[in-house]
């Protein structure tokens, strides 16, 4: 999984399986977090939010899961397609008054085999 | 749709140019920013601002300065180019209000300065 300030991991699935990315944070205070899709060229599109006092959020074929307890948070990305393929970026705001500051994770790489 | 311009998708630069990047938005979004992204470090806030002449320093705002003279356009401002301002940078906006925080960004500017 990912974490703010290491190296970049990649995911590699085959067509039509589910994958799941991972992503810690570390400020207890974040009370709002994003999955953002970054297909080469282009700047990062919004795929799912989720705020403190959810667990889970489900979306078309994309599911978030949230873990306050150990800071965890996973996109979970159903029948995965080629289209699919793209770096994902977890986000996190500060909390407080620090409004639409977010922190973003290093990314993970997902690549989608026909 | 929601749409953030960035006026250059590559731009090459000497070292000591003043660099110029603009930033449009379309929908009345109170709330802008500039970040920088490289492989590895993620995404990195420089400058923000909540209102038109407003601008606050975000993580790493060192070489840079901004102008945010109407409400829908950002400029980020490098005073005299350094070869490691060399990155792809991204504007972005936000609203207020309506209980979330997602960025909608451009599609970045890819600055090389030799």
């Known amino acids: 999984g990912e974490s703010v300030g290491l190296h970049l991991p990649t995911l590699s699935v085959q067509e039509g399986d589910n994958s799941i990315i991972n992503c810690a944070y570390s400020?207890?205070?974040?009370?709002?977090f994003i999955w953002y899709k970054q297909e080469s060229g282009k700047g990062p599109q919004f795929i799912i939010d989720?705020?403190?006092?959810?667990d889970k959020r489900q979306g078309q074929r994309v599911t978030v899961l949230l873990n306050k307890t150990v800071k965890h948070l996973s996109l979970q990305i159903a029948a995965t397609q080629p289209g699919d393929s793209a770096v994902y970026f977890c986000?996190?705001?500060?909390?407080?008054?620090?409004?639409?500051?977010?922190?973003f994770g290093q990314g993970t790489i997902l690549t989608v085999h026909p | 749709d929601v749409k953030v311009t960035q006026s250059s998708r590559y731009l090459v630069k000497r070292t000591g140019e003043k660099v110029f990047l603009e930033c449009v938005q379309d929908?009345?979004?109170?709330?802008m920013f500039w970040y920088r992204q490289d492989p590895g470090l993620g995404l990195r806030l420089i400058y923000f601002?909540?209102?038109?002449?407003?601008?606050e320093k975000g993580d790493i705002p060192e070489g840079y300065s901004v102008s945010r003279e109407k409400k829908e356009r950002f400029s980020l401002i490098l005073e005299s180019a350094s070869t490691n301002q060399t990155s792809m940078y991204l504007c972005?906006?936000?609203?207020?209000?309506?209980?979330?925080?997602?960025?909608?960004f451009g599609s970045g500017t890819q600055l090389s300065v030799l």
């Open positions: 972005a906006s936000t609203s207020p209000g309506g209980g979330n925080e997602k960025l909608f």
């Open positions: 400020n207890s205070a974040s009370d709002y």
């Open positions: 989720i705020r403190s006092n959810m």
């Open positions: 986000a996190e705001n500060r909390g407080g008054t620090s409004y639409g500051k977010l922190t």
């Open positions: 929908m009345d979004h109170e709330n």
């Open positions: 601002s909540y209102d038109v002449k407003m601008k």
